[in-house]
């Protein structure tokens, strides 16, 4: 059996488990064989992991309008040497993406561009300003794959029961960011001991939790509405970067009663707590803020046990001038890409034990489940979209590397392992750092 690429001797690691080494062979865009093969190009890749790619159902790309702080080429670049071979962008840019041109068009150049594959999320509602929906079948004839407002909180319950109710008429689900904006008021970090210790206006766990409670009731409403069915194979709705445990409990007991309701967690929410704004520094102001310890092991615990979907990185770059404002002033945000999956394969699978299948399935299986993908799993006939990776090797993370416009990080100077080799998008390598020094 001919092929294009055969990578040898590899440790094949999917959402199944573990399945031993192999010899991969790849050619017109699927994996040909396990057993291995002819190919123009052979890869030895002793001591070296080979998984399903990664799928980022949430990150911010800014293009159009924003392109000083991320664009398409840079944005896709960054997913691929962090090992996404999928990533959703987010439509709060400028203009919004709320009309079927304009996910067509993200598309087109993203195909041109050739790195990760780009699936857009669009707008709920016109200019993302919370009032008249959009065009929820042409979206999606556009190839649009959420409907969201993300970057605003939709206020309007009719508006939004009404969104919802229309999306899944056409096979979509809507995405949310579960704040409510009265109870957020101004908060630049998590209200608690440590925002009155520092005199910073902060923002309560309660404004999470509020919004998922009432948006969890307009699920119930629309199921109604619908005669209990939602979009077959997704939910109604997907709750955006959850960051407590109250707000996890309530979406832990909806699922319980079987509402078609999903959600997702960042990793700085997973590995930071409020106590990192001790130093005053914006690098660690997020929307929703990091919040407790005891909220971050509780996230740990709902990734776990399935309660969380998968992981959505949230990835928001910025200008440095504008991280370097002080903290009332400068803007929300870190970028995430390159980091994600060495971050947590360090501080959950090696140094707590975390399940190294559980943790691929939510930065894989999960993800691709809530947008209505199909699965990709290591066997003969799949489709070769994959990330190789090394396990031991442990380099810090340094910012001034990163693909990404933004080049800053809140884990800086950490010392991860895990780090990405090589992505493959059907077959195709659209990142390379196999000679990257140990």
Known sequence: MNGELLIQHVRLVDSR????????????GRILSLEGG???????????????????PHAHLREPGQEVK????????????????????????????????????????????????????????????????????????????????????????????????YAASWGLTVSVHAEDAGLRRGGVMNEGGVSFRLGLPGNSVYAESARIARDLEIVRYVLAQLGGRGPQAKALLHVQHLSSARGLELIRQAKAEGLPVTCEVGPHHLTLSEERLESLDPLYKVAPPLRTPADAEALIQGLLDGSIDCIGTDHAPHTQDEKELDLLRAPFGIPNLEVGWPLLYTELVLKRDFPLPVLLERFTDGPRRVLGFEAIWLEAGAEASLVLWNPDQERPVEPQRFASKAKFSPWAGWKLRGWPVLTLVEGRAVFEGLEQPA
Do not use: W
């Open 70 to 165: 991320e664009d398409l080429t840079s944005g896709l670049t960054a997913a691929a040497r962090g090992g996404y071979s999928d990533v959703v962008s987010m439509p709060n840019t400028l203009p919004p993406v709320d009309r079927a041109e304009g996910v067509a068009a993200l598309k087109e150049k993203a195909a041109r561009i050739g790195q990760a594959r780009l699936h857009p999320a669009a707008a709920l509602t016109q200019g993302q300003e919370g009032k008249r929906l959009t065009e929820a079948r042409l979206l999606a004839e556009a190839g649009a794959v959420l409907l969201t407002d993300d970057g605003r909180t939709n206020e309007d319950a009719g508006v939004l029961a009404l969104g919802m109710q």
């Open 38 to 56: 002819d190919a123009r190009r052979h890869i030895d890749a002793s001591g070296l992991i080979l998984s399903p790619g990664f799928c980022d």
């Open 17 to 28: 488990g573990e399945h031993g080494t192999a010899d991969v062979l790849i050619g017109q």
